[in-house]
RNA sequence: GCGCCCGUAGCUCAAUCGGAUAGAGCAUCGGCCUUCUAAGCCGAGGGUUACAGGUUCGAUUCCUGUCGGGCGUACCA
């Protein structure tokens, strides 16, 4: 509809030009947007204002020469000027019902478009190393992430998903001697603790699981206990087994997959990690000072340079994950999307001057991020502070199984990302029958049960009736449903350019409150056939919809509550 | 100190590329169930969009400064 309207206002702009009262290479940018007030109409566009200054006259008066050159057009009932020089649109009823034969025609795929060409694209999110379970802010990202994926493939990318984890290096050791410790029974406070040992109850429980000789079968491994507590590197390998086991689990309760799990040791196995140390080094970007090797990011644009390789002959933790980057650029992804958490945000600068100074013509800018802000947790009125060191923790876990699936993914993805997100458990307990996730559900449930009661009537749908039938719906309120159904696709489009999975869900938001008060003030199954065939029509598109827009959200849609 | 993100109703958050009278949910108040599901609808109250300037036809949005919050600024990840 505003690509139909934009070709009638470009025909506008080209007579006036050839009317000599447009500079003959004017070329206004044309915006159509959808109004907010019916009062305005459908449709609304500021094209007057934006050119009243090429063609030199008052804005009002402009847009007054501008409805008068639209050509005629079966789709446009009325065009007036309104406030300063905006131009209302008002289309015929027709035209925004034609939307719903498409609806029917492109059934789950409605909204979807092809823009990515079927090209590659990777996103790599929550990326937890395998120190414990997965907390709220890893479903953060999780959740934003396989929202971003949904987003992308439904604009025609191919898209892989995956996630990256450190299963080496000093954190993994740490965690080793902590399970070690418990194996030993010893416990935080007794001498043999090690410094900064992670606390959680789950190492008890894993360090018990270790000496029971379990075997832990995850997504990406498998290992078995070999009851030895002496045995670091075997407590090392089964702890991360177990803990990957648990994050899997935690994923899998929240409806997320991946498709490439990527370990940090398979770098240095592969010599990936070895192989981008020397060509930084061949380079020229890499000098030794106190013992420790240091890359020159500060020639890409960093504060300071850094470390690269630490006194001890370990490397930082950025080192491989400029191997891992570059693995990537190798696997053929010339789109690379990183979704993390925005306390990693230092990353981004060291990772792309690593990049940069390979000389491998991997473009500056890449890869992309999209970092999250954090999550702040509230619970009993107090902030609870996340520390996987000191064992306070909300699982993600914990919080599906209290405050459900749907609305947990609602929750964490409705909202932009650039935005810290507060989560009261509390509330969001207290209020899970007002959540706003059940109003959206609740519409499609609603409209499924009117296909239900029609049964119980034994009534029929006749579609196809109903399709022919549309002219009947007269009512404001269906043109309004009608209008925002076309919106769709463009806000499918939006969300995935701009990796912002909330705008889906406002747009899911808005809609069910169109439907729940076009449901309270009009009945659906009327005695007239036609009219009711029309109405049933109407709402199974909204329903297409719904479906469609809470599946890009990997929120379910309930046939009945 | 410097860098990034943010500051919008009592609370949690929206607001399309800079558009018209800044919107939802929760909370508060008042109506609507013998009629397709009241997890709903209709209505009311609630705002100097942190503050001060600037840019322009128009600023929550862009620029500068101030104040406040978060994150980073590790030879942790």
Redesign the pocket.
């Known amino acids: 509809m505003k690509q139909q309207l934009t070709s009638l206002i470009q025909a506008s702009i080209s007579a006036l030009i050839s009317q000599g009262k447009l500079p003959a290479d004017a070329t206004p ?1 044309i ?1 159509v ?5 019916k ?2 109409g459908d449709y ?1 566009s ?1 094209i007057a ?2 050119s009243t ?1 090429l063609a030199k006259q008052k ?1 009002r008066d402009w847009a007054q020469q501008i409805i008068d050159n639209l050509p005629a057009s079966p789709i446009l009932k009325q065009a007036e000027i ?5 131009i ?1 649109f008002f289309v015929t009823e027709a035209a925004s019902l034609a939307i719903i034969d498409s609806i029917f025609a492109q059934g789950a795929k409605f909204g979807h478009n092809d823009s990515g060409k079927n090209q590659k694209v990777q996103v790599e999110f929550v990326s937890a ?1 395998p120190t414990g379970p997965l907390h709220v802010g890893h479903g953060r990202g999780a959740a934003v992430g396989d929202c971003m994926v949904r987003l992308l493939k439904a604009n025609g990318w191919d898209c892989t998903a995956e996630f990256y984890y ?1 299963d080496a ?3 993994i050791n740490n965690l080793g001697l902590s399970v070690q410790a418990r194996c030993k029974g010893f416990g935080p406070g007794d001498d043999c603790w090690p410094e900064n040992g992670y606390q959680g109850h789950y190492i008890s429980e894993l360090a018990q699981s270790f000496m029971n000789g379990d075997k832990i079968v995850s997504a990406d491994q498998s290992f078995t206990g070999t009851k030895d507590s002496d045995d670091l590197q075997a407590i090392r390998h089964f702890a991360v087994a177990y803990l990957r086991r648990e994050q899997d689990l935690d994923l899998k309760a929240f409806a997320v997959d991946f498709d490439v799990y990527f370990l940090e040791s398979s770098l240095y196995e592969q010599g990936n990690v070895e192989e981008a140390v020397q060509a930084l080094i061949k380079n020229g970007y890499t000098y030794e000072d ?3 090797l240091w890359l020159k990011t500060t020639e890409f644009g960093d ?2 340079d850094r ?1 690269m390789r ?3 002959g ?1 490397y ?2 950025f080192v491989p994950d400029v191997a891992y980057h570059l693995n990537k650029w190798q696997r053929g992804f010339t789109r690379v999307i990183n979704e993390q958490g ?6 981004i600068t060291r990772v792309r001057a690593g990049l940069q100074a390979l000389q491998m013509d991997i473009p500056k800018g890449w890869p992309d991020y999209v970092l999250h ?2 999550v702040t947790v509230m619970k009993g009125g107090e902030e609870v502070k996340i520390s996987k060191r000191a064992g306070s923790y909300v699982t993600l876990r914990d919080l599906i199984d209290q405050v459900g699936l749907d609305a947990t993914r609602y929750f964490l993805a409705a ?2 990302v ?5 989560f ?1 458990i509390d509330l969001a307990l207290s ?1 899970s ?2 959540n ?1 996730v ?2 959206i559900q ?1 519409a499609h ?2 409209i ?3 296909l ?2 029609l049964a119980s009537q034994n009534l029929n749908w006749d579609q196809a009736q109903g399709l022919a039938k549309l002219d009947l719906l007269t009512a404001d309120q269906e043109k309004t449903l009608a209008n925002k159904l076309a919106r769709f696709p463009e806000i499918v489009a ?1 969300a995935g350019t701009a990796n912002a999975p ?2 889906v869900a ?1 747009y899911l ?1 808005e809609l069910a ?1 169109d439907f ?2 076009y ?7 009327v005695e007239q056939a036609d009219l009711r065939d029309a109405r049933i029509t109407l709402t199974q598109a909204v329903r297409q919809v719904l479906v469609n827009g809470l599946d890009l959200l990997g929120i379910s849609a309930p046939q ?2």
């Open positions: 940018k915006m947007e959808d109004s907010k007030d009062a305005h609304a500021n204002m934006v200054k804005p309104a406030g300063p020089g905006f209302n190393n450190n290096g000093a954190q106190g013992g420790a504060d300071k470390v630490k006194t001890d370990g930082t933790y925005a306390d990693h945000h230092s990353t802000q954090m909202r932009s650039s935005s810290q997100l507060t009261d209020q029958n007002d706003p059940y109003y609740y449930a609603r499924c049960s009117i239900r009661k939006t909330h705008l406002n938001h409150g729940h008060s449901y309270n003030n009009h009945k659906t199954i009945e509550m």
